[in-house]
């Protein structure tokens, strides 16, 4: 048995080698993060945005983003037989979910390291709110990674894989969703940010991911058996 | 095999339905504040409270598929689930008429409770489509549990998210629920939530037959060797 965290370290590596190789999902992510803000831009018909009007067009837009790639990111195993692989190897199954967490989790930090920035130049008239919405971020991606990644991997083995996981994912990231532009909204608003609830949309987005962390460690097993 | 006592059910339903409808008509005092439509409440609380127990019931038979790997654990959730989304069509439907007779409005978006189930009902509803997409018999069955343990893990953690973004302010109906009710309000409430725990039942029950009957047909269709006409019953599990 290959002990788990050089397995983990090997899943992950190969996934963000062959990214950087391909370039599949990253730059398509940022691209359309930052093409959706200019349709907000017009569609709002608002040169500058703040509070609950700034988190929303934020969380939207990276969400949006966040399920292309959720929808690739099980695209090599299945047509290059990856997944036979991980069934032949003497590993623990649930690496496999952890490794792809852990990459889906890189390529959400790579869109926002892009997208935020872009956002805070595009709408932003002050930046400060900015420095605390790293840990919002950070949470709100880990519950979007461990989702993403179960439904993914379902998504992956059925007739219509593109349009499952938009479906799916959507109604699942809502409390994500409520949690993280609840915060965001107070810390965007005018006049400063503001930490209204801000430490009690942690703790719920904390908890989202503990939750679905869990669920997901312990289906995922069922889902690579054949 | 799935029939078995489903005569005696049907009947206590029908009978315990008569009884909580009588009681809501009959003896159910008339609200102070909303009048006649507040009855709608002993039709659309049980409703909910029995689709998301239904909901959750779905959860805990796919662990049971899970576990056992027998595949009339799958039939189960399948069903409870199903039954459940037709609750919640309902659920939806009195809600929004008891939205707009006592607020004017068919929507109303800072009512914790009814947005809350908004959103665990599409998450539910995209149970068919996802089931519908997967070919293969056994992994459809798996992924479908898992799917259904997932969601059920879903409903608690959306209904404290969605009830922690209100601001709190606006008068909670049934804040008191308990408390303020009077005796004969809280008789009926109970009657009409025990006859439509055993309406779901039922229905489960008749579905599950139905399924377990046609998945019987099939079967012996394909031993005589006779060409089986699809349908129906394409997403649906067989019982054995």
Partial sequence: MTPSRT????????DLRSELRTLQSLPAMA?????TFVIFRFGLDRTSLSGSLAAGVLWATLL???????NRLFVAEREEGGFDAIRLAPIDRSVLFGAKVAALLVYLVALELVAVPIFAIFFLDDAAGLAPLVAILLLTNLGL????????????????????????????AVPLMIAATGATEHLLALGGPSYD?????????GLYDLIFGLVGYAVFDFLLED | MYGKGLKPLSIATVAMLTLSLSLVFFYAPLDADQGFVQKIFYLHVPLAIVALLGFVAGGVFAVLHLRTDDRKWDAWSYVAIHISVIFGVAVLITGAIWAKASWGHWWVWDEPTLVSFLIVFLLYATYYPFRYAIEDRD????????????????????????????SLVHPRTFATAEGG?????????????????LLWTTLVKFELTAKSASGQVKRLRRALDAPVSGGSSRIAPEVG
Avoid: H
Avoid at chain 1, 7 to 14: D, E, G, P
Avoid at chain 2, 139 to 166: C, D, H, I, K, W
């Fill in chain 1, 7 to 14: 397995a983990f370290a090997a899943i992950l590596a190969k």
């Fill in chain 1, 31 to 35: 691209l359309f993060a930052i093409t």
């Fill in chain 1, 64 to 70: 949006f983003a966040a399920v292309l790639g959720v």
């Fill in chain 1, 145 to 172: 990674a461990t989702t993403g990644t179960l439904i993914s991997s379902m998504a992956v083995n059925s007739r219509a894989r593109d349009l499952l996981v938009p479906l799916v994912l959507l109604p699942l």
């Fill in chain 1, 197 to 205: 609830r801000f430490g009690t949309w942690l703790a719920v987005l």
């Fill in chain 2, 139 to 166: 992994r459809q069955a798996r992924y479908a549990s898992v799917f259904a343990v997932t969601a059920g893990a879903f409903v608690p953690l959306n209904f404290m998210a969605v009830r922690m973004a209100e």
């Fill in chain 2, 181 to 197: 009710m009077p005796g004969e309000m809280m008789l009926t409430f109970l009657c009409s939530l025990v006859a439509m725990g």
